[in-house]
């Protein structure tokens, strides 16, 4: 991954990814490959009532594209039915013009087809409807492969490997403004590439929330007080915090804490967070 799909990733990261991915961490003796995917880290996800979500699918597999629509259609464990599959596409240049004429709320694309490749798509598909967020569907997820699909504009990736259910959390987090993708994975994706002299290459990767996070970090509040000043829930709260320090490569608060401190500045700050001392709102 080059220098310039790094700096392109993190235009894209702050333009449309807010928020971190709403992941429980995992075990510290249980460490995971990128090979395992979202099925891992994903826990039941407080979903904010967004009504039905309609769905662009494209796989060059017709029947793996049917079996998707049917168990997004119908799938028993969905509260209310909240997805419906508005049009299919056996190619991304048909994708590009079902989300044109449908405008759906997110398209779940395939990376590999024959004669193509669906990252090429991402960026017309958001030129088609702006809103529609894209989440990538693979056999296999690579840092190298998640950090180009991050850098094209995608806000999801996940391995075809997974239930039917980390498929349906990853478009729900996708809807809600995350970007769905493993922490120890995007870390591992963005690192591609990144310069070792930079102790903190990260920050030009973290979202608004994570920024906000770490502010309050910074001031020393309290995860309950955290969960106040972002207008959370604790257990919210406590996420965002754990995606920021795997994201930093620290351990603790204190950690992270210490990491700022003795290598940051005022300019490390974004420009509206820059002066803000004492509070992280």
């Known amino acids: ?6 700096q392109e990733a993190t235009r894209t990261l702050g333009a449309v990814a807010p928020r971190s991915l709403d992941t429980r961490p995992p075990p510290d003796h249980a460490p995971r490959s990128a090979s395992q995917g979202l099925g ?3 826990p039941r996800l407080e979903i904010q009532p967004g009504g039905l979500m309609r769905l662009v699918l494209c796989d060059d597999h017709k029947l793996l594209l049917d079996a998707l629509s049917v168990a997004l259609n119908d799938n028993g464990h969905v ?26 709320d997110a398209c779940l694309l395939d990376v590999h087809f024959p004669h193509s490749n669906g990252l090429n798509a991402i960026g017309p598909i958001h030129d088609a409807s702006p809103n529609t967020k894209v ?9 190298g492969l998640v950090a180009d699909s991050i850098a094209e504009g995608a ?12 498929v349906i959390e990853a478009l729900e987090l996708a809807r809600q403004g995350y970007l769905a993708v493993d922490p120890v994975i995007l870390r591992s994706a963005l690192r591609t590439g990144a310069g070792d002299d930079d102790p903190l290459w ?20 309290s995860t309950e007080d955290i969960a106040v000043q972002l207008g959370v829930y604790r257990s919210t709260a406590r996420t965002h915090v754990q995606n920021l320090l795997v994201k930093l490569g620290v351990h603790s608060r204190l950690q992270a804490a210490a990491l700022m401190t003795a ?11 820059r002066g803000r001392a004492v509070s992280c709102t």
């Open 1 to 6: 991954m080059t220098a310039e799909h790094l």
């Open 40 to 42: 891992h880290v994903l």
């Open 79 to 104: 509260v209310d039915n909240r997805h419906v599959v508005v049009a299919t596409a056996l190619d991304p240049d048909e994708a590009v013009e079902a989300v044109r004429e449908h405008q759906p």
């Open 135 to 143: 989440v990538m569907l693979s056999n296999s997820i690579g840092g």
């Open 155 to 166: 806000q999801g990736f996940v391995g075809k490997e997974n239930p039917i259910g980390v």
């Open 202 to 221: 990260v920050l030009r990767f973290l979202t608004e929330r994570e920024w906000e996070t770490l502010r309050c970090i910074m001031d020393g509040l």
């Open 263 to 273: 290598h940051a500045s005022e300019e490390t700050w974004p420009v509206h967070m």
